[in-house]
């Protein structure tokens, strides 16, 4: 099942369709964990994976109104004949792996025991593997500010500024963060002009503001 | 019919198989993201059932970390594809490959 689910997700031209596939691969992994007797990571697999990344990547889907891959003809068609050869040499590898390893004397099996439980997670993190622990948390937090930074809309000015009344010049980079080193000035003769300049929307003023 | 080790190692191959051939012939970004998320659930398979088999925690713990590892790229790649899509309009990799605005 999750080898199908992965297969339609690659096969699939819209991405909305691709997601949905995705789910079923991580749903059927989280199955696959529970059988191997570690219902925490089963649990933390359904949570994280098709819970929380799989929404980021549906609402970036929908955000970006992603329209369906138009087929188009394939490069580098002379290395078609060189790829099937190299995989079925790696399929031949992969089988006599396989055959060996069944024939050769019995690996240990798994029973019941107290490996995956959350307890043993838990202790073995706070102790053992503190400091990778700590490293995590760091790298969230430099995601978290990454991402901020990487998504934000141009210029650092919130949504509610508006401007000083009156004749005024700007530098230009503070207009356009994307001409960073650029200096030079930009002359707004009237509060209107340097509304449109700085992409500030009028606010209107209110009685009770007054 | 006792689930053998080698059975999870096969299936994870195939999957981390399926997740290489879709980053190398899709050309959307997302699709080629979702792609890169199926390697690493692979790889967790893998992880999962060698400490499962071999009675050591230590394989969950850093299912557990890369976990949090794709939860961060996850993060901070998609905020890459809304500024990319933001400079020029499209998602295709093709049109994105110069790192010049």
Redesign the interface.
Known sequence: MAIGCAISMVGQRNPLYSAISLVGVFISLACLYVTLAAPFIAAVQVIIYAGAIMVLVVFVIMLLNVEEEERRPMRLRSLVPIAVSLAAILFAEAAFIIFFVQTSPATPTANVSDVGLTASIGSGLFTTYLLPFEITSILLLMAVVGAMTLARRGGLLPANVGVVPGYQSFAKDTLDPRTTPDLTQVVARTSEEAERLLGVAKVPHTQDSE | M?????W?L??S???FT??V??VM????V??M???I??ML?AV??TF??F????????G??F???V??????????G??????I??NRES?DVDDASTLK?
């Open positions: 006792v689930p053998q080790l080698s999870y096969a299936l191959a195939v999957l399926i997740g051939v879709g012939v899709k050309r959307n997302i699709s993201f979702m792609c998320e199926l659930n967790n398979l999962v059932a400490s499962s088999f071999f009675r050591d925690v230590t969950q713990l299912v557990f970390i976990m949090t590892v794709a939860a961060a790229e996850a993060a901070v998609l905020g890459i594809i809304i500024a899509f933001r998602l605005l």
